[in-house]
């Protein structure tokens, strides 16, 4: 069986309440939070992995992202170097004999 991987960067914003760190994801409204900046960040990354792997599982990923306002563009976008993002990896599993039916 062949390993596969579909990435998605997404923004994330963190801000310091308290003595925790609350982090989101804006685009998909996600949230985590944890005791340290990189505990939250590891925090978020696996909050927004396991809500794109449920939709995918569930079918609804398309509708999900289309809720959220996001749309196909023809270019991609520069990311500016002043804003946090993390790379979600999503793991798929492929037959090694699989026939594409697209």
């Known amino acids: 069986m062949a390993k596969a991987y579909l990435e998605v960067k997404l923004p994330v914003s963190m801000k310091k309440k308290a003595d925790i760190f ?17 505990e939250a960040r590891k925090n978020i990354e696996e909050a927004m992995k396991l809500f794109l792997i ?18 196909l563009s023809k270019a991609i976008n520069k990311i500016p170097k002043d804003h946090r993002y993390v790379n979600i ?13 697209a």
Do not use: M, N, Y
Not at 89 to 101: E, K, N
């Open 89 to 101: 990896p999503i793991p798929f599993s492929v037959p090694s004999q699989a026939l594409c039916h």
């Open 22 to 38: 609350v982090v989101c994801c804006p685009p998909l409204d996600v949230w985590s939070q944890g005791k340290t900046e990189a």
């Open 54 to 71: 449920t939709c995918i599982e569930k079918g609804t990923l398309e509708a999900v992202l289309r809720g959220c306002g996001f749309k």
